[in-house]
C-alpha cells in the first residue's frame, strides 16, 4: 500500500512563493528562463535592428564627427580660414601644418574645418524646407484627393520636370547676380532656396503614396466616424505612420545635397567667397593640380566621407524600417 501523504503531496499542486525580482510569473521557473518581452513598435523593431549592424555606428560616427565640426570648428582648428600669408603660399604639408598652405597662404586644415560648416548647414536645411514644403503638399493631395490633388500633382509635375543643374543655374545667377547682397548668410540662403525649389516634387509623390495607402485604413475610417476632424486625422494617425519613407529619404537627400552644393560652389554659381566651403576650395586648386595636388586631396576626402556617411547612414535605416529587406 502507498502511503496517502506521498499521493497527496504529488496530487496536490506546488504552492511556492513567487520570486521577489521576476514577480508571480515567474514563479517556479529557472533563472536562466527567458522573460516575456513587451512588444515594440515600427522604429522599436528598427532600432533594435540597427544596434546590431556595424555600418550603422560607423556611418554615425562619422555624421556626429561632422556635425561637431560644423558647429564648433574652433575645437578642432585654431588656424584662420579666411586670411592667410603670401609668405606660406603653397607650402606643402608637414608635422606642423598637417594640410599645408593655399595659393594665398591660407591653412588648408582650418579651411577643411571651417568649411563643414557651410556644406552641412546648407543640406541639412535644405532638406528640411524640401521635406516640409513637399510633405504638407503631399497629405493635402493625397487625403483631400478629386482636383486638389489633380492640381498639386501637375504642378509637382512642371518643377519635376526641370533639370536640377541647369534649374539651379538660372535661379542662382539671377538672384545672385551683380547688386545684390553678398553677405555669408544671404549667399548660403540662396542656394538653399534653390535646392528646396528643384527637390520637393520627389517628397509630394513619396508622401501622397504613402497618404494614399493610408487614409482608408480601418483606424482612420474608424477616426472619421467618431467625429475626428481633418487636423487630427492628419496629425494624429496619417502623419505618424507615413513618416518613415520620409525619414528614410531626407537622410539620403542630406548627402545628394552635400554634393548638389559642392557641384554648385566648384561652377562658380554657389556659395562664394567670404563663404568657406569644400566645393570652393575644390573649385580653387584645380588649377594647381599638378604642382599642389593636396590641395584638392584634403577637401575632397572630407566631402566624399561626408555623402557616403548620409548615404550609408539612410541604406541602414530604409533596411531596418522594411520588414522585406531584414
Excluded at 560616427?61 to 556635425?67: A, C, E, H, K, R
Excluded at 545667377?173 to 520627389?202: H, K, Q, R, Y
Excluded at 494614399?212 to 475610417?221: C, F, G, P, Q, R
Excluded at 548615404?311 to 522594411?322: I, K, N, P, Q, S
Aim: hydrophobic content about 50%; overall charge neutral; charged content about 15%.
Amino acid at each position: 500500500m502507498s502511503d496517502p501523504s506521498a499521493a497527496s503531496l504529488v496530487n496536490t499542486p506546488r504552492t511556492e512563493q513567487p520570486a521577489e525580482a521576476g514577480g508571480p510569473a515567474d514563479a517556479g521557473l529557472p533563472e536562466n528562463a527567458p522573460k516575456q518581452l513587451k512588444p515594440r513598435g515600427l522604429l522599436g523593431d528598427a532600432w533594435f535592428d540597427l544596434r546590431r549592424k556595424p555600418l550603422f555606428w560607423i556611418s554615425a560616427t562619422f555624421i556626429v564627427l561632422f556635425v561637431l565640426m560644423a558647429a564648433f570648428p574652433w575645437l578642432f582648428a585654431s588656424g584662420d580660414p579666411v586670411n592667410g600669408s603670401l609668405d606660406n603660399s603653397q607650402v606643402r604639408p608637414s608635422a606642423d601644418h598637417w594640410f599645408g598652405f593655399d595659393l594665398q597662404g591660407r591653412d588648408v586644415y582650418a579651411r577643411t574645418i571651417y568649411g563643414a560648416r557651410a556644406s552641412i548647414v546648407v543640406a541639412l536645411l535644405s532638406v528640411i524646407g524640401t521635406l516640409l514644403v513637399g510633405g504638407t503638399m503631399g497629405i493635402i493631395a493625397g487625403y483631400r484627393g478629386g482636383w486638389v490633388d489633380a492640381l498639386l500633382s501637375r504642378i509637382a509635375d512642371i518643377f519635376f520636370g526641370l533639370p536640377f543643374v541647369l534649374g539651379a543655374i538660372v535661379i542662382l545667377t539671377t538672384f545672385n547676380g551683380a547688386g545684390t547682397d553678398n553677405s555669408e548668410w544671404a549667399i548660403m540662403g540662396l542656394v538653399i532656396m534653390s535646392l528646396t525649389v528643384l527637390s520637393w516634387p520627389v517628397v509630394m509623390r513619396l508622401m501622397r503614396s504613402s497618404v494614399l495607402a493610408t487614409k482608408e485604413a480601418d483606424y482612420i475610417v474608424a477616426a472619421r466616424a467618431l467625429g475626428a476632424g481633418t487636423g487630427r486625422i492628419i496629425l494624429k494617425h496619417l502623419l505618424p505612420n507615413c513618416l518613415a519613407p520620409l525619414l528614410v529619404y531626407g537622410t539620403i537627400l542630406v548627402g545628394s545635397f552635400i554634393g548638389a552644393e559642392a557641384t554648385l560652389s566648384f561652377l562658380g554659381i554657389g556659395l562664394k567667397h567670404p563663404v568657406v566651403s569644400w566645393g570652393i576650395m575644390i573649385s580653387e586648386s584645380q588649377n594647381l593640380l599638378r604642382v599642389s595636388p593636396y590641395l584638392l586631396f584634403f577637401p575632397a576626402a572630407f566631402l566624399v566621407t561626408a555623402v557616403l556617411s548620409f548615404v550609408m547612414l539612410g541604406e541602414t535605416v530604409r533596411e531596418a524600417l522594411d520588414p522585406k529587406l531584414r
